[in-house]
């Protein structure tokens, strides 16, 4: 009887020690779970702001969410981008956000990926339509450019329109226009720039471009190019139109010190009412903070809000589902749905894949609203 009670004792423990683990168990399987999720982010070049505030978000979203970010700046180079993919896939990384250098080579990145069983969110640079149909889980994370241009035909049409003396520079029926140009043949640049002219011949102006060049989206590069075309054309234009806030930037500062103010005197002074303390009207896109603050002080008419909230966290909220999930078809990230039916622009014009687009809206920054956007 005795040697039965000792062999039913040592039972009882080994069930209940067996209970404890079966108890423990899924929490650390969670806890495993979450220790693997490694979200690469191969990003184009942190020197442009939009980029550098687009890559902080990231970093914000994996804090958060407890995950490994292993964030690779290819600063501008697309055969170093390249050569980060592919280390990060030799260490196992699978699940991407990519905001590529150009987008000729995404359909090679997402076979890479796609060759070892991962996904990418492409955001900010479009992929190509054939590398979102490399497979079902590449995804457009984005926003679409040419809404950046009409947005900013509007706020030239709503200034020359209060303003109309401001066109008597060059030919006084015609917006003579500079325009600054990021990377040429870039997506950005190509549907931005078509759109705006677009816009404003739409609104019944005629467009009379006075110069137009490439500053590959650099500050310094557009105020050598303005300060160039001030010096060969003097005052004969009405506006400057720049692809983005830190070529607009690059021109407002040139347009400083070669005296295109107001007042050169005062440069804090709107003498003409216009809402502006320089005497050229000067347009951008990003909405950057430092374009907002240069709107505060007179210096920029306006420009169009690039969400680097919104298209990071879209991109990185795909990336965590298939990461997670392993399928993020039909779902929304950051609150937008896949896209539904084409639009004009590619990739989402094309049918077959528009269900793997999901668009991030751009907005309109006016010297009404711009306080809106300040941080």
């Not at 039965?4 to 423990?24: G, R």
């Not at 467009?207 to 590959?216: G, I, K, P, R, S």
Request: charged residues 20%; glycine residues 8%; proline residues 4%.
């Amino acid at each position: 009887m005795k040697k039965f009670l000792v062999l039913l004792a040592m039972v009882s423990v080994l069930f209940v020690s067996c209970q404890k683990k079966e108890a423990a168990a899924p929490e650390a399987k969670v806890e495993e779970k979450k220790e693997e999720i490694v979200i690469g982010a191969l990003i184009r070049n942190t020197d442009e702001q939009f980029v550098a505030d687009y890559a902080d978000v990231l970093k914000g979203l994996a804090a958060d969410a407890g995950v490994t970010l292993k964030l690779q700046d290819s600063r501008g180079d697309m055969a170093a981008q390249l050569d980060q993919m592919n280390t990060l896939l030799v260490q196992g990384v699978k699940h991407f956000v990519v905001v590529a250098n150009v987008s000729e080579a995404t359909e090679d990145m997402a076979k890479a990926i796609h060759a070892k069983g991962g996904s990418a969110a492409f955001s900010n640079i479009q992929p190509s339509v054939e590398a979102l149909k490399v497979g079902p889980n590449f995804f457009l994370a984005s926003s679409p450019e040419t809404v950046a241009g009409t947005f900013q035909a509007q706020i030239l049409d709503e200034y020359f329109t209060a303003n109309p003396e401001k066109m008597a520079n060059g030919d006084p029926d015609a917006i003579d226009a500079v325009f600054i140009y990021g990377q040429l043949g870039h997506p950005a640049q190509v549907y931005r720039t078509n759109a705006v002219k677009q816009g404003l011949i739409d609104a019944g102006y005629k467009l009379n471009v006075v110069a137009e060049d490439t500053a590959n989206w650099k500050p310094s590069e557009a105020q050598s190019k303005m300060d160039a075309w001030i010096s060969a054309y003097g005052g004969e234009f009405d506006v400057v139109i720049a692809n983005n806030d830190g070529m607009a930037l690059g021109a407002v500062e040139s347009l400083i010190t070669n005296g295109y103010m107001d007042d050169p005197n005062d440069p804090t002074k709107d003498i003409d009412g216009d809402g502006l303390v320089l005497s050229i009207p000067v347009v951008g896109v990003d909405a950057t903070q430092v374009a907002v603050k240069a709107m505060d002080e007179k210096k920029l008419l306006g420009t169009v809000l690039q969400d680097a909230v919104g298209q990071a966290t879209t991109a990185f909220e795909l990336a965590m589902m298939m990461a997670t999930e392993g399928s993020a078809a039909g779902k929304s990230a950051w609150g937008i749905a896949p896209l539904t039916a084409p639009i004009a622009e590619a990739p989402a014009n094309d049918a077959a894949i528009v269900g793997q687009c999901y668009l991030v809206p751009f907005k309109a920054v006016t010297m009404s609203n711009y306080k809106e956007f300040m941080q």
